[in-house]
């Protein structure tokens, strides 16, 4: 646990200036890799500056951990590289696959929890671990199909991965929610049996209804301020399991950076006052 | 044992399936494939998949964007999208083929500057992405004796992107569409070069004559300063190669120059 990390945001191009200059107490800004793997030019340079002032966490989207494949090489030797560049407290990535046959698709697609999965997804775990010298915190994804093939439960899916690569999980409590509702769960139930010992970061982010199903099927857009279900959600979390670096992620409709640290201020709030005074066993970094 | 190796492809088989319903939801699939792509929500995978590829084309396309308009856009990316899925998760580079792909696609048969004006937006994207590197100063020129000129040989700037347009006045149309939306004056309809490149940390434009582009062809091509001054010569023979050189230079076209040995 990086116990200098409160909460965090997702930092957006047009607020560079302003996240650099920021100062907010324990503040942190999260990025998608992807989005820097460049050989050169402003980028790099603008994150450069941010970093010069900032812990960094690397969260991302494309390793494709689920498919059954070996990672791209080429795709893990650019992370590897943004990794030793810019020394980030947080490195994350998803329980989804997006690059199949050597097209990438920008989503995190989903798939059955079976046996087969696990080991593939194990091995691929570890062999990003082993490139990049370090623990990588892996995410519970947002569900909105009925599987009939699952083997496994979520939790005990992500338990085995814990278990068999020492990774450690990112808890997104929207995609919680989203994904109870989405497949008529019970978040709290859910929420409640994590294992908070794992979990190295929390994520919180807007949903929007699907435009013809409406709020039978909520999706995980990020596009929208958190939502108050949501953030109940996050307060019984860090009741039971202590404070966790959190991120308030938003990619589209994204407000003015003030915006942004308003809602951070939410979150940096609960983790100083029901966060510290939860006490919790947390695996040693 | 036939058992066992059927059972161990079974996340493959998925994979490959759900990538194609992806594309082509009523193509002939398994039962466990035709079991999800019925419900609603499989239209949620299918559309975010659609949608991240046509807002990174959008992206990467201004000016062509801002020529045809968004909807217009918006239509033309998710044909291109159906055969070019992205190659890399790098989206800041997609669209690669956009410009080819804009060239044989028949609703654009009447815009034919569209396609070169894509390569522009897309030369825009590869010199911003590009390595640093400290562009070649004057300086270094000015203090060669005449007798070396034929042994030097000046490598274009990593980031350097250029074209000839012979037809059109491409630069003009895609500069106006990119950032200079205020000119409305008559644009002549004649032949225009562009050269677009990041010396520093903001990628720069500038008008290339057709002297210009065949100096760089050829100092790109590994030729000498003297062969670049032909080549510049055969395709105008009444360039002025200082002032050609000079605003080269100025602009930050070249990175490394190399003086053979005597």
Not at chain 1, 45 to 57: F, G, K, T, Y
Request: hydrophobic share 45%; with cysteine; proline share 6%.
């Amino acid at each position: 646990m990086n116990s200098h990390l409160s909460a965090g945001l997702g930092l957006k191009p047009q607020h560079f200036d302003a996240a650099r200059d920021c100062r907010a107490d324990g503040l942190w800004f999260e990025i998608h890799p992807e989005n820097y793997m460049v050989e050169g030019g402003p980028r790099l340079a603008w994150l450069q500056a941010v970093r010069a002032q900032h812990p960094l966490s690397l969260h991302g989207v494309a390793m494709s951990l689920a498919a059954d494949v070996d990672p791209d090489p080429a795709h893990l030797a650019r992370f590897k590289r943004l990794v030793e560049r810019f020394e980030p407290a947080l490195v994350s990535e998803h329980l989804a696959w997006s690059t199949w046959d050597g097209a990438y698709r920008p989503d995190l697609l989903p798939f059955a929890r079976t046996l087969e999965a696990l080991l593939r997804i194990a091995a691929n775990i570890s062999r990003v671990q082993d490139a990049l010298k370090r623990r990588i915190a892996i995410e519970n994804p947002s569900h909105y199909l009925y599987f009939d093939g699952h083997e496994f439960g979520e939790i005990e899916f992500l338990a085995e991965l814990v278990r068999r690569t020492g990774c450690g999980l990112l808890l997104d409590v929207n995609n919680v929610f989203v994904s109870a509702r989405n497949l008529d769960a019970d978040p709290i139930v859910y929420l409640d049996a994590f294992p908070g010992a794992f979990v190295e970061e929390i994520h919180l982010a807007g949903h929007s209804v699907d435009p013809n199903l409406g709020a039978a099927l909520l999706i995980d857009s990020h596009d929208a301020p958190v939502a108050p279900e949501v953030w109940a959600l996050y307060e019984r979390l860090v009741t039971r399991i202590g404070a966790r670096p959190t991120l308030i992620e938003r990619d589209d409709n994204v407000p003015a950076f003030d915006e942004l640290l308003a809602e951070r201020a939410r979150a940096h709030f609960t983790i100083n006052t029901v966060g510290v005074s939860a006490r919790h066993a947390v695996r040693a970094a | 044992m036939q058992v066992v190796a059927q059972e161990s492809n079974r996340l493959r088989r998925f994979q490959q399936q759900f990538a194609r319903a992806l594309m082509d939801p009523v193509a002939g699939a398994s039962d466990e494939m035709a079991s999800l792509v019925v419900q609603p929500a499989f239209a949620i995978y299918r559309n975010t998949v659609h949608k991240g590829c046509i807002d990174a084309l959008q992206a990467n396309f201004p000016a062509v964007t801002r020529l045809v308009g968004e909807q217009w856009m918006r239509a033309a990316a998710a044909v291109f999208v159906q055969a070019n899925l992205p190659r890399t998760p790098m989206l800041l580079e997609y669209g690669e083929q956009f410009a080819a792909f804009l060239a044989g696609f028949p609703p654009a048969a009447d815009l034919p500057y569209l396609s070169d004006v894509a390569r522009l937006d897309r030369y825009w994207t590869e010199a911003h992405v590009a390595r640093d590197e400290v562009p070649l100063g004057a300086d270094r020129i000015t203090v060669l004796a005449p007798a070396e000129l034929a042994r030097t040989t000046l490598r274009p700037h990593a980031s350097a992107r250029w074209a000839w347009f012979d037809q059109q006045p491409i630069f003009s149309i895609w500069s106006r569409n990119r950032h200079d939306a205020a000119d409305t004056s008559e644009m002549e309809w004649r032949g225009e070069g562009a050269l677009i490149v990041r010396p520093v940390d903001s990628v720069q434009t500038t008008a290339l004559s057709h002297a210009g582009a065949a100096f760089l062809d050829t100092c790109a091509a590994g030729g000498s300063l003297t062969d670049a001054a032909l080549a510049a010569l055969e395709v105008d023979a009444t360039a002025d190669l200082s002032q050609l050189m000079t605003g080269l230079l100025t602009a930050g076209a070249f990175g490394q120059i190399e003086t053979a040995p005597r």
